[in-house]
């Protein structure tokens, strides 16, 4: 767990140069007073090998999720369950400055905070 929140409400999860976003959503969502805890995800095989109270602990069962990852989305479907969200990139071939794709595609903290919201 990166950040976490007292009376979470949902959880982010994220990996790479996305957890600065997710803390960054985590951020807007706090200052509108709806607590989420940013679980940092660097490794999930690490993460799969604990045992099910370390799992328990870091994405507790009734919270919502959503994995924020600039790649292919399916594969965090695992971690946020049916009712989760993941914001991805589940197409190729775009070209422009990394920011501009960004923005386009959704990974900004005001989208992040908004997915969360839907989940909630």
């Known amino acids: 767990m990166l950040k976490d929140a007292a009376g979470a409400k949902a959880v982010i999860i994220a990996t790479g140069s996305e957890v600065a976003l997710a803390v960054k959503a985590q ?3 706090a200052a509108e007073g709806i607590a989420v805890r940013v679980v940092s995800m660097p490794s999930t095989n690490t993460f799969d090998k604990q045992d099910a109270a370390y799992k328990e602990s870091v994405l507790p069962k009734g919270l919502p999720r959503v994995a924020v990852e600039a790649g292919v989305s399916d594969f965090w479907r695992k971690y946020v369950g049916l009712d989760g969200a993941v914001i991805g990139w589940d197409h190729f071939g775009e070209s422009a400055p990394a920011d501009e794709l960004f923005k386009e595609f959704g ?10 919201k839907g989940v909630l």
Request: hydrophobic share 60%; net charge negative.
């Open 27 to 29: 951020e807007a969502l």
């Open 107 to 116: 990974f900004t903290p005001e989208n992040v905070a908004a997915v969360v």
